[in-house]
């Protein structure tokens, strides 16, 4: 669009070296504008979210060199992803931008874990190249399934259709691409970089700044461990407490507003004006400059072009549109908070109905209707149809949140029905093909010659004075030359009545139809309102013939609605299977998804308390949570299999070490995806409108679900163990130890019994 538009006004000086002084040409309205402010600040927060977990890596490792490390995973993710996405002819937009935005926070997860496991080891008193090939070959399993769990999250996104799935699918490639491009970096450079870079820090006196970070977080590290010990001996309490998340995730699932897309700040506003049927043009243009002058005189806008009469979008003449430019975002306030403030002033207009609405990212479907959203009411019956559509137009307009309401009907267009004396008209010669040309000769605009010049050509149009155009009663004063020459009056052989009727009628789907469009006060959900429309057309008992259809994006959100559902469904089912076929196990999958509940509940909670629906990019968040949140179990879970296996450890012994020793790893990862989305969340700048409700989803639901997975998942891990035991002594097995995979090594019971002296 960028591209496009520069391109444009290069040519525009061109133009107006060409064409007359006496012609201006101007731009009347540049989309590009919005979409250069909506890309240089998600550009910003890419470069503020890189800072921010950086700054968490240094925190955690309080080492230069070894910061650097994980850091470098940053840009190579980026490079490589854009290599794809060129691959792929994308573009830089809002959506790649943000994916590119949420990434900066996980795509070094796999990196700091494997710094942090080669730390660990060499913290052991190992060299860098032992620890790194040790620590290396211990981890490298687990980050396998991080970086390909998280990846399958998104695979049911790339097969969803419609709309929504267009928008998503370029969205769901990008971050696939840089979560496995940073799982790449982290098997391969990272390690590399570790062997050459990563001191001992065995003997290193350090500072004074470093030594209190490291009993802070010794204390938090002991704390922790106190409290496991109690939750562990408390299994039952923790099993009920899951319980109940579970129920109220649900619950909140059900019962929560929901919405479709967020509206943005475009900086435009549209407004559609309304006169009565039988405005002329001169009197609807009086009203729409009354119009205009109300709303130019707003500070916060920028210039108002007005145009009446029918065209675009309109096909009556009393219809109008106004298109108002709004001011610098700085000087100004919402596009909403706008609208709010200039609705009661415009009503003060007498004779003119003004519709305002904030013009949508993205029109989805539907016709441009005088407000936002649309509710089509369809029957083969036209009289039944006009009589039905005022009185449910009528009942909606009393529903608490429903602002603007209004239909596309207008049946009460002045007419005059011309009905010809045949008999009369053929005893004095006239025919009603005469008595049509007439008609036409008057209101037409017939061309009856055409002047030529030496350089141009004028056609001359036949017509009466317009005077007597919009007077009915001149219709008398016609007459019609009949087949003998003479002039006989239109009223001698025509009745002049006057009556009423629809200006047009409209038709969808081959049937005639009303469409009733609607806006929605600040804070309604599109959701909350549908539901409020169905339980009022079913209390007004319309006949069966009468059918009601949502169009545009009313519709497409009804389809996308149950479609996200679905979506959250497929994409866990995908990261069981993903995970049951890397660890050959059907039990161990779902002990690693037993974190997705508090990560949806956090997800909902946080959205409630910004007073924010559930709309479709949170939805998205809540999607990305469930391949965020299962990297800390996997950690924790890995490590607990592999120690059971190598050491025959009880399930409660093995799982509370490896949540001491992956205490650590977990902390950074979670912080650093928990810094990577907060400047989402903060949403600043243009279009972070649509961008806040997915970052408070993702921050919400990592922050309850890192408090409660530490605890949650230990818990379930031994009783998934005790299930397994249970259904291997039925069987008449002989007890084994859990599976574990291929690549780890037995090494691990060393690491696993020196971790507490090494420390």
């Not at 444009?8 to 101007?26: A, G, H, W, Y």
């Not at 053929?426 to 000769?441: D, F, M, P």
């Not at 605009?445 to 055409?450: D, E, M």
């Not at 924790?636 to 001491?660: H, K, N, V, W």
């Amino acid at each position: 669009t960028i591209e496009v538009v520069d391109s444009i006004k290069k040519l525009l000086p061109v133009f107006r070296e060409q064409i007359p002084p006496s012609v201006n040409i101007s731009v009347l309205y540049d989309r590009s504008v919005s979409i250069r402010e909506s890309v240089n600040d998600v550009q910003f927060s890419l470069v503020l979210a890189l800072c921010l977990v950086v700054m968490v890596i240094f925190l955690f490792l309080r080492n230069l060199s070894a910061t650097l490390i994980p850091s470098l995973a940053l840009p190579m993710s980026i490079i490589g992803t854009f290599s794809v996405m060129s691959l792929f002819h994308y573009s830089l937009d809002n959506l790649s931008l943000m994916a590119l935005t949420l990434c900066v926070g996980f795509v070094v997860d796999d990196a700091i874990v494997m710094l942090e496991n080669i730390s660990r080891h060499m913290e052991m008193g190992k060299s860098a190249m032992q620890a790194t090939l040790d620590g290396s070959k211990e981890i490298a399993f687990t980050i396998l399934s991080m970086t390909l769990s998280l990846a399958a999250v998104f695979i049911p996104v790339l097969f969803m259709s419609g709309m929504l799935g267009r928008l998503l699918n370029e969205f769901a490639v990008t971050i696939m691409t840089a979560v496995l491009v940073s799982g790449f970096v982290s098997l391969t450079l990272t390690p590399m970089l570790c062997s050459r870079w990563l001191k001992s820090e065995h003997g290193v006196k350090h500072g004074r700044l470093y030594v209190l970070s490291e009993r802070a977080f010794d204390a938090w590290k002991r704390a922790y461990d106190v409290s496991l010990q109690w939750v562990l001996r408390y299994r039952r309490l923790t099993i009920a407490v899951f319980v109940l998340i579970f129920a109220a995730t649900g619950w909140l699932f059900a019962t929560m507003p929901k919405d479709f897309l967020p509206n943005e700040d475009s900086g435009q506003i549209f407004a559609f004006t309304e006169a009565a049927q039988d405005a002329s043009f001169e009197a609807m243009s009086r009203l729409q400059q009354q119009a205009s002058a109300i709303v130019e005189a707003d500070p916060a806008i920028q210039s108002v072009m007005a145009f009446i009469g029918s065209g675009g979008a309109s096909s009556s003449l009393n219809i109008g549109r106004l298109f108002i430019v709004l001011k610098p975002r700085h000087e100004r306030g919402t596009p909403d908070e706008i609208i709010q403030r200039l609705r009661p002033k415009l009503q003060t207009i007498p004779g003119l109905k003004v519709f305002l609405q904030n013009i949508p990212t993205i029109r989805i479907g539907g016709q441009l209707t005088k407000t936002q959203y649309q509710y089509t009411l369809q029957d083969a019956d036209t009289e039944q149809l006009f009589h039905w559509a005022p009185i449910i137009e009528s009942k909606l307009a009393t529903l608490p949140g429903f602002q603007d309401v209004t239909s596309d009907l207008q049946i009460a267009n002045p007419q005059v029905l011309i009905d010809i004396d045949r008999q009369r008209a053929s005893a004095l010669g006239v025919t009603a093909t005469q008595i049509e040309n007439t008609l036409y000769n008057a209101y037409g605009q017939r061309q009856v010659s055409t002047i030529y010049t030496p350089s141009n050509e004028y056609w001359v149009i036949l017509e009466l004075d317009p005077k007597y155009q919009s007077d009915p009663s001149a219709l008398s004063l016609l007459y019609v030359r009949s087949s003998t020459g003479a002039l006989v009056p239109l009223n001698s052989v025509a009745r002049l009545t006057r009556n009423v009727g629809p200006s047009t009628i409209t038709h969808l789907g081959q049937l005639p139809s009303v469409t009733i469009s609607f806006n929605l006060a600040p804070g309604e959900a599109l959701g909350d309102a549908i539901g409020k429309i169905n339980a009022a057309i079913a209390g007004i008992q319309a006949p069966t013939s009468l059918i009601g259809s949502y169009q545009g994006a009313a519709q497409v959100f009804q389809s996308s609605l149950a479609g996200m559902g679905m979506l959250l469904v497929m994409s866990i089912f995908v990261i069981y299977l993903v995970l049951g076929i890397l660890y050959e196990s059907y039990i161990h999958p779902l002990t690693i998804l037993s974190g997705l509940p508090t990560a949806g509940m956090g997800a909902l909670v946080t959205l409630m308390l910004f007073g924010m629906p559930l709309n479709m990019y949170a939805y998205v968040g809540i999607i990305m949570l469930v391949g965020i949140v299962k990297k800390n179990a996997i950690m924790m879970i890995d490590f607990a299999i592999e120690t059971q296996r190598a050491s025959g450890r009880s399930p409660a012994d093995a799982i509370y070490e490896a949540c001491l020793v992956r205490f650590r790893p977990i902390m950074m990862t979670t912080m650093a995806a928990l810094m990577g989305t907060l400047p989402i969340a903060l949403g600043l700048g243009a279009g972070a409108e649509a961008r806040r409700p997915l970052g408070l989803a993702v921050v919400g639901g990592l922050v309850l679900s890192q408090l409660l997975t530490l605890y949650i998942t230990p818990v379930i891990y031994t009783y998934m163990e005790a299930g397994r035991k249970w259904f291997a002594r039925r069987r008449g097995r002989v007890e084994e130890v859990a599976p574990v995979p291929r690549l780890h090594p037995a090494a691990k019971l060393e690491v696993a019994s020196k971790t507490a002296d090494a420390r």
